[in-house]
T-cell receptor, first 111, second 114 residues
């Protein structure tokens, strides 16, 4: 099946810093989503971005489907950005739209 | 905004007991999913459901698991005889279609087997 690799596994930032989180995948996809898992365990949907670029406030994401990667940018980070960020993809060759998740990136933003 | 809702948010059960986790997908969605996340690990696909039958299941989804859409709105995951290793966060999700379509997740049910 499709493989999803996220990097770096852990990231520590000072409040106000910018960061880039990366997601590589091994096959063509028809869906890519970025999630933030909050301290209560809920998956917060950040972006649905199978291709192209989107922005939402301090967050933006870019997916280059032909090169099989996606980037999540966090600017002017805040302590509330802390948590685990997951990339999840659905393979173009898959029978349905099940998502395969990466292992996640644990972000800690220090005041 | 429409959302996927799950109940209960947290359930504690004795080993060997049956549990039913409930989900209400978004009303015009046709594909439904269950995922599992063991504490500290990644989210894993369990099963997908379409047109009142399982369309795909993972190797995790063995005979102790079953899914059902008992009426027009609910989608349930039943674990027949819970084991300690079933302790996890269970997420329900739904999509409008197949392929290039966004998945919407519920807030999860944290299952603790003691």
């Amino acid at each position: 099946g499709i493989q999803v690799e996220q990097s770096p596994p852990d990231l520590i930032l000072q409040e106000g810093a910018n960061s880039t989180l990366r997601c590589n995948f091994s096959d063509s996809v028809n869906n890519l989503q970025w999630f933030h898992q909050n301290p209560w365990g809920q998956l917060i949907n950040l972006f649905y971005i199978p291709s192209g670029t989107k922005q939402n406030g301090r967050l933006s994401a870019t997916t280059v489907a032909t090169e099989r990667y996606s980037l999540l940018y966090i600017s002017s980070s805040q302590t509330t950005d802390s948590g685990v960020y997951f990339c999840a993809v659905s393979s173009l060759s898959g029978a349905n739209s099940k998502l395969t998740f990466g292992k996640g990136i644990t972000l800690s933003v220090r005041p | 905004e429409p959302e996927v809702t799950q109940t209960p948010s947290h359930q504690v059960t004795q080993m060997g007991q049956e549990v039913i986790l409930r989900c209400v997908p978004i009303s015009n969605h046709l594909y439904f999913y269950w995922y599992r996340q063991i504490l500290g690990q990644k989210v894993e696909f369990l099963v997908s459901f379409y047109n009142n039958e399982i369309s795909e299941k993972s190797e995790i989804f063995d005979d102790q698991f079953s899914v059902e859409r008992p009426d027009g709105s609910n989608f349930t995951l039943k674990i027949r005889s819970t084991k300690l290793e079933d302790s996890a966060m269970y997420f329900c999700a739904s999509t409008r279609g197949r392929g290039n379509t966004e998945a919407f997740f519920g807030q999860g049910t944290r299952l603790t087997v003691v």
